[in-house]
């Protein structure tokens, strides 16, 4: 079976585990007497969204990346640094990536439908693109890890504690490396929306975590894909900690019909741009072969 | 300058702990073995107490100072280092690698190893460095640490443990927070407060 070829956890032993674990997220509303709603929460993201676009309007560049130090998101608050990030040119290691191959992942990990013995329940989808740099260069070899909720809404995490059903036959987790293009594809299930206790009556716009690695560790990033339309979205702290519209644009994929394949998976498109490279690029470098040594 | 805007970060959340992780993650080479150090420190939030819901990366080169390229990282043969590791914090804020010291990657240069730092309620990875405490000449001439005043360069340098490994607790946030890097040179990436 394709989950010998994985260091994935089962259903079982997730949630088995006697190790005691705090709730996912501690600072839940019960902790103040004032139950905080998602009108309190709305008009502080209302609020911080308006200085925003009135700074734009006041010529401020835009922003591209999520504000550290973004209250809405109650657990942000003792977890951002309060010095400015010190501006610094990366050197050395910081210049490279490490090298990922096809000795490190299965093919059959880019399928989170076919782990178990049964189809997992929901909707089926294919979600593809390409990882490219801010040249537009793809990083080819490189490592793309997801993981996500099923179709309920229910993480297999021993923290969730969300009473949605487990799906016996969905682990929520997908790896792949690149293509020569820098592209990937995933096939998986269309995640649910799930409470998360951040106020009351929270909850996460469905979403596919994703992990990737660029040419240069500087480049690495950790971010969620979302998929269009989510009505959630304006509630979100998470999601609208990216203030500026566009950028947070960038996250939600495309529905593509060229990508759904017929009688099986509706198709869904993202890439991810990665930051710029750093690196003095000779014209014969390739990205990322020395990851594929097979 | 780069053409095409970058796709955000975002927090790394609180599920990360049955996917991230994978068998060996944190053993750049296995424990015990000639030249194989521990490096160890807690991760903090702004009031001091541990955060046990954060995971990390380290990127290094060898010990000689060679930068490695080679894959095997997710599934380690036991021989092959290959310079990458990643460690989730315990219920304590503990973390633990088992690696090498790094050598200088060029004659005289401060021997570091990059960390990557993801969090429950951090937006964004951040990104630090954390240096051998033992070369004061290289550590006196490294560009990074003599733009930092004495506090804040303070908190990139190991401590020496007496069994010959390596000590570093990184503080998110507060008096003593940890230096966290920038490497984009617009300014406009990375923005920590509402300034507006
Ligand atoms: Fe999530």
Redesign the pocket.
């Known amino acids: 079976m394709p989950q010998d070829h994985t260091a994935q956890v089962t259903a079982t032993e997730a949630l088995e585990s006697e190790e005691l674990v705090p709730p996912a997220e501690p600072h839940a509303a019960h902790e103040t007497k004032d139950v905080e709603t998602q009108a309190d929460l709305s008009a502080e993201i209302k609020a911080i969204g308006a200085r925003y676009a009135e700074a734009l309007k006041n010529g401020k560049a835009p922003e591209t990346m999520p504000r550290l130090d973004y209250a809405p998101y109650r657990s942000s608050i003792l977890r951002h640094p309060t010095k400015s990030l010190h501006h610094a040119d990366p050197e050395t290691i910081e210049l490279y990536s490490p090298a990922f191959g096809h000795q490190d992942v299965h093919a059959l990990e880019s399928d989170l439908t076919i782990q178990h013995n049964g189809e997992p329940q929901g909707e089926r989808i294919i979600v593809s693109g390409r990882v490219l740099d801010g040249d537009g260069r793809p990083v080819a070899g490189q490592l793309v890890e997801i993981?996500?909720?099923n179709a309920s809404g229910r993480?297999i995490h021993k923290r969730d504690q969300h009473p949605a059903p487990l799906d016996p036959n969905f682990t929520g987790v997908g790896r792949c490396i690149t293509g020569s293009d820098g592209s990937y594809s995933f096939t998986t299930i269309k995640p649910g929306a799930?409470p998360w206790k951040n106020h009351l009556n929270a909850w996460?716009p469905a979403?596919i975590?994703f992990s990737m690695f660029g040419s240069e560790f500087t480049q690495r990033i950790v971010t969620?894909m979302y998929f269009p339309g989510d009505q959630l979205f304006p509630l979100d702290p998470i999601y609208q900690s990216i203030v500026d519209q566009d950028a947070r644009d960038r996250l939600v994929a495309q529905y593509d019909h060229e990508l759904t394949s017929p009688e099986w998976a509706l198709g869904y498109k993202w890439d991810i741009i990665l930051t710029g490279s750093k690196r003095t690029w000779t014209e014969n470098e390739a990205y990322g072969d020395a990851g594929d040594e097979e | 300058m780069s053409k095409l805007a970058p796709t955000p970060g975002q927090t790394v959340?609180?599920?990360y702990g049955y996917a991230l992780p994978f068998n060996k993650d944190n053993e750049l080479l296995a424990p015990g073995s000639p030249g194989s150090i521990r490096l160890q420190g807690t991760v903090y939030d702004g009031a001091g107490n541990t955060i046990p819901d954060a995971i990390l990366e380290i990127w290094q080169p060898d010990s000689n100072g060679n930068i490695v390229q080679r894959a095997g990282s997710l599934v380690r043969d036991g021989y092959t280092f290959t310079g990458w590791g990643r460690a989730a914090v315990g219920n304590s804020g503990m973390y633990t690698f088992t690696t090498v010291n790094p050598g200088p990657v060029k004659p005289g240069a401060a021997a570091f190893i990059s960390v990557a730092v993801f969090a429950r309620g951090l937006m964004n990875r951040l990104f630090t460095r954390v240096y051998l405490p033992e070369n004061e000449e290289a550590l006196a001439n490294d560009p990074l640490l003599s733009s930092l005043d004495s506090e804040r360069r303070k908190t990139l340098i190991a401590r020496r443990d007496p069994d010959g490994g390596l000590t570093w607790d990184i503080r998110l946030q507060g008096g003593d927070e940890t230096v966290f890097l920038d490497f984009q040179q617009d300014g406009s990436l990375d923005l920590v407060t509402d300034q507006s």
């Open positions: 993981w996500q909720a993480y799930y996460r979403h975590h969620q | 959340g609180p599920f």
